[in-house]
């Protein structure tokens, strides 16, 4: 891994010179634009929209449209200016529990690696976070921008999650949250038997890109020279129209059976053949009545 950020870490008065690696990578399988008949790379040029001209990676400057055709120029000088004090440090603002961040604010996570004679106050912070059982609130500027992140201990080593910051999460605005809809009891409990059978403990390690297997061996016969042969899929029926209740106690089933487990039997009928019987032997001796009164 190659670090992309070098500063330190302060709380308080101790200071911890650290490295900064991206945690993640996407596994995406990336393409080129080619042209279908002969396979050339397609190439874009920076051209001037007023003029025509290409312009140079070195003439490229940041614009600001201020609305009615007119734009605001911005250099590198300009950005340098800026008061970024985070620019060579992560500084601790607090420590709070977990749960008190919203998932959402999220974005991207990175590798702390100490630099230097910096292992023990690192180990240190490290230990003293997992014993308070909470994460530090920090901020940090990474590519001129500044970011509110998280520090946290991830397989012994700390992790910093960037987060957005409030007003980059958006309000949720669809009109079912105005209307008056209610569960049943009935309803809800089943849904909560549906999650009760489909619980589990989470394992990354048992979920796997099918998708992106599948295109693998895609390319992988084309470079073969190789057909590949699909399986064929047999194509299920498309469910009848079915109420609430009734999906919900057939989800159930299914979820059962694919955990192995028997669904509850259907009680026998035992008692319907004695009846039709008795019914029969009643019937008999009325019968004779009738012949004798004759």
């Not at 008949?37 to 614009?63: F, H, L, M, P």
């Not at 009615?68 to 620019?87: A, K, N, Q």
């Not at 992106?212 to 498309?238: S, W």
Request: hydrophobic share 45%; charged share 30%.
């Amino acid at each position: 891994m190659r670090a992309i950020w070098k500063g330190a870490v302060s709380f308080g008065l101790v200071s911890i010179a650290v490295k900064l690696y991206s945690a993640t990578e996407e596994k995406d399988i990336r393409f080129h634009q080619v042209h279908r008949t002969d396979g050339g790379r397609i190439k874009y040029q920076r051209t001037c929209s007023i003029d025509g001209e290409v312009v140079s990676y070195d003439d490229i400057a940041k614009g600001y449209d201020i609305g009615g055709g007119e734009m605001v120029i911005l250099t590198d000088e300009d950005f340098s200016d800026l008061p970024l004090t985070t620019s060579r440090a992560i500084d601790v603002l607090e420590f709070v529990p977990a749960d008190d961040i919203d998932p959402i604010l999220f974005a991207k996570a990175y590798y702390l690696e100490p630099e230097g004679q910096a292992a023990k106050p690192y180990v240190l912070l490290r230990d003293a976070l997992q014993d308070a059982d909470r994460v530090a609130i920090v901020k940090i500027a990474i590519r001129q921008r500044e970011q509110l992140a998280t520090l946290r201990v991830h397989e012994d080593v700390l992790v910093l999650n960037t987060m957005l910051w409030p007003d980059e999460v958006r309000t949720p605005d669809f009109g079912f949250l105005d209307e008056d809809i209610e569960t049943r009891p009935a309803e809800l409990a089943m849904a909560s038997s549906l999650i009760d059978s489909m619980a589990g403990s989470f394992k990354a390690d048992e979920f796997t890109d099918n998708y992106r297997a599948a295109l693998q061996e895609v390319i992988d016969a084309k470079v073969e020279g190789r057909e590949i042969v699909q399986p064929e899929e047999a194509e299920e029926a498309p469910a009848a129209a079915v109420d609430l209740m009734a999906a919900l106690k057939a989800s159930v089933e299914r979820a059962k059976k694919a955990r192995g487990e028997e669904a509850p039997a259907a009680a026998p009928k035992k008692k319907a053949a004695p009846a039709k019987k008795a019914a029969a032997k009643k019937a008999t001796p009325a019968k004779k009545a009738v012949k004798k009164s004759a």
